[in-house]
């Protein structure tokens, strides 16, 4: 491919992602780290035990049956570690859902921790 090709799709490139980051302000700021890890999720009706899809100081990936809308606030409990009798709290802002196979994926971003939970989270990320 000559140079000028070449540039032409780099340049398209970037613009692809500027829209993107423009469309979702929330994706890739931080690292997201695929990681499979409890998590309890409670929202105004139900309570729901079940796993991370991955992982970021920004935010979290998880799965349950039932589809929440953009905007949505839940309280999360994240478990660091398997037998963890301490798990993480925050409250979150779902921000986007996507249908699956075995129920719906939803990106959700911190909002505020309760006590310690962003300083022990930020470790344990900073870990891998």
């Not at 970037?14 to 780290?33: C, D, F, G, L, W």
């Not at 996507?98 to 939803?106: E, I, L, N, Q, Y």
């Amino acid at each position: 491919m000559d140079e000028t090709k070449q540039d032409l799709k780099d340049s398209a490139m970037e613009e692809s992602n500027e829209q993107a980051i423009q469309k979702y302000p929330y994706h890739r700021k931080y690292v997201r780290h695929k990681v499979r890890m409890k998590v309890d999720v409670e929202e105004a009706k139900n309570s729901y035990h079940t796993w991370t899809h991955n992982v970021s100081k920004d935010g979290v990936c998880f799965e349950i049956p039932d589809q929440l809308d953009p905007g949505r606030e839940v309280t999360l409990w994240i478990y660091l570690e398997k037998s963890s009798s301490n798990p993480v709290q925050s409250r979150c802002k779902v921000v986007w859902h996507d249908k699956s196979p075995s129920g719906t994926r939803h990106g959700a971003q911190f909002l505020f921790f309760a006590s310690d939970g962003k300083k022990r989270l930020s470790e344990w990320l900073d870990s891998f």
